[in-house]
């Protein structure tokens, strides 16, 4: 599932296609037939649009863009060699992401036509966590996609070439399950597939900041609260945990004060999903 910026909406995926819900109401607005099992999707920042992830097996897999208020289809399905495992727009909504697993590559489309703009193949994308995203949109000058892969690696892509920024080991062994980039763009929090906890990394600097926390629980997915202040895992175990990062971080990462009205607030507004953790 997925909440739209203006907490109106909420996209689900289901095994048929897609439902999208008033988030007051409580009530089904749009009903769409995605032909096969929905394992991800995401609404674009306006909340005009939202797009879903179809996964016809293994070796097939599409996305598909529709407008919000009607279901109707508007852009797609693009068809991609693989199951598609994550989806994300970018943050002005023009482009839009996707992985693919068969293809082992990373591709960017124009989200008003379907245009691919960017294809980067080689990336190293995990295969044994197939319903997590390790993707990431900076918002900044030249739009920038930090991307989890195998390898104990994160990449830096610039979008717009389709060329590598940046690339740095996170750990010694384990793929990077998934990310979460801080709404002031000073830091990723990352997890793998193995042991190695959660660790936080300096985007500019690519060097690990703070503690690393551990969990005794499976982890299924990170996001990040919108002050940077909290951190919020997902659990195989059904339990949603947070964690206060005042402690974790330095104070030059995070607000150095932060009250406790804010932290219900944002608490409120968690939305766990299948296919990742997000905060809205």
């Keep these: 599932m997925s909440v739209s910026r203006d907490c109106k909406w909420i996209v689900c995926g289901t095994f048929e296609g897609a439902s999208v819900w008033d988030a007051k109401t409580q009530e089904k607005a749009i009903e769409v037939e995605g032909g096969s099992f929905v394992n991800t999707v995401d609404i674009s ?10 996964e016809a097996s293994h070796e097939k897999g599409s996305i598909t863009i529709w ?8 852009v797609g399905p693009l068809q991609h060699v693989g199951a ?4 994300k727009f970018s943050p002005n909504g023009e482009r839009i992401a ?6 082992n590559s990373l591709h960017v489309f124009d989200s008003h036509n379907g245009g691919q703009l960017v ?6 994308f995990s295969y044994g966590w197939s ?4 993707l990431a949109w900076s918002p900044s000058n030249r739009e920038q996609i930090f991307l989890g892969s195998g390898n104990s690696k994160i990449m830096s892509f610039d979008v717009s070439t389709g060329s590598e920024l940046a690339e740095w080991q996170v750990h010694n062994a384990g793929d990077v399950v998934s990310i979460a980039l801080a709404a002031n763009r000073k830091f990723l929090a990352t997890f793998t597939g193995n042991s190695a906890g959660i660790s936080f990394w300096d985007t500019s600097t690519h060097s690990q900041i703070g503690s690393v ?4 629980q499976r ?3 990170i996001a990040l609260s919108p002050d940077c202040s909290y951190l919020a895992t997902g659990g195989f175990n059904g339990n949603i945990t947070i964690r206060n990062l005042s402690n974790v971080l330095p104070h030059s990462y995070i607000p150095s004060l932060v009250s406790i009205c804010a932290f219900t607030m944002f608490a409120r507004r968690i939305s766990y999903t299948f296919s990742s953790l997000s905060w809205h």
């Design 45 to 54: 920042p306006d909340s005009t649009r939202f797009a879903t992830c179809t």
């Design 67 to 74: 407008n919000t208020l009607t279901g109707e289809r508007l």
């Design 84 to 87: 598609v495992r994550g989806i």
């Design 98 to 103: 996707t992985v693919c697993q068969a293809e």
């Design 119 to 124: 294809k980067i193949n080689g990336i190293g």
């Design 131 to 134: 319903s997590t995203t390790p």
């Design 213 to 216: 926390i551990q969990d005794s």
């Design 219 to 221: 982890i299924w997915s």
